[in-house]
Antibody, heavy 118, light 111 residues
Framework: EVQLVESGGGLVQPGGSLRLSCVAS????????MSWVRQAPGKGLEWVSP????????DYADSVKGRFTISRDNFKKTLYLQIKSLRVEDTALYYC???????????WGQGTMVTVSS | QSALTQPPSASGSPGQSVTISCTGT?????????VSWYQQHPGKAPKLMIY???KRPSGVPDRFSGSKSGNTASLTVSGLHTEDEADYYC???????????FGGGTKVTVL
């Protein structure tokens, strides 16, 4: 079964850091670009960054540039999102998603919740 | 990096059709063959319904169709079923700036 499972979310104070993980199974992880998409409570979807399958390039949404860092370990079939300098507005459910073609995400995890509050 | 514009709500009776619009700019929807649509039920992860403007992933009913004209993309659900009641989001890849823009979402109600 094709599956993505996120973890690492939690309650953190403003200015804090977290590392989210997304473990893939059921498909050849290294062959796909992966991305993080977040959804604030009661709000819409917001793309965080695409990630090329080769790991050669990344581009970040303006709202997270300089604070979020994406990485991946193809051997462990795991995608990571390192988040620093967290802000209250970063509070959201963070989804890991597999990209097909360009800009379309066909497999999504169940999400991991990040809450930024003092 | 701007969000795409969707109507907040749409509705139709079972068996009817509903069309949701998604308006962007000449930098994203108007310049992209990579428009996607997602369905999201409450408490669930989004599900890809349409990609590359008109393509349906395997398993998506052909009642769902996509189109684009200029800076506006559209999703049409024909022959509404009660289970189609959900939030729908569009997205577009903006190649010139290399990012993916999402719409604000449209809540579809089946009356």
């Amino acid at each position: 079964e094709v599956q993505l499972v996120e973890s690492g979310g939690g309650l953190v104070q403003p200015g804090g850091s977290l590392r989210l993980s997304c473990v893939a199974s059921g498909f050849t992880f290294s062959s796909y670009a992966m991305s993080w998409v977040r959804q604030a409570p009661g709000k819409g979807l917001e793309w965080v960054s695409p990630f090329s399958g080769s790991g050669a390039s990344t581009d970040y949404a303006d709202s997270v540039k300089g604070r979020f860092t994406i990485s991946r370990d193809n051997f462990k079939k795991t995608l990571y999102l390192q988040i620093k300098s967290l802000r209250v507005e970063d509070t959201a459910l963070y989804y890991c998603a597999r990209a097909i073609g360009i800009g379309a995400f066909d497999i999504w995890g169940q999400g991991t919740m990040v809450t930024v509050s003092s | 990096q701007s969000a795409l514009t969707q109507p907040p709500s749409a509705s139709g009776s079972p068996g009817q059709s509903v069309t949701i619009s998604c308006t962007g700019t000449s930098s994203d929807v108007g310049d992209s063959d990579y428009v996607s649509w997602y369905q999201q039920h409450p408490g669930k992860a989004p599900k890809l319904m349409i990609y590359e403007v008109t393509k349906r992933p395997s398993g998506v009913p052909d009642r769902f169709s996509g189109s684009k004209s200029g800076n506006t993309a559209s999703l049409t659900v024909s022959g509404l079923h009660t289970e189609d009641e959900a939030d729908y989001y569009c997205s577009s890849y903006a190649g010139s700036n290399n990012y993916v823009a999402f719409g604000g979402g449209t809540k579809v109600t089946v009356l």
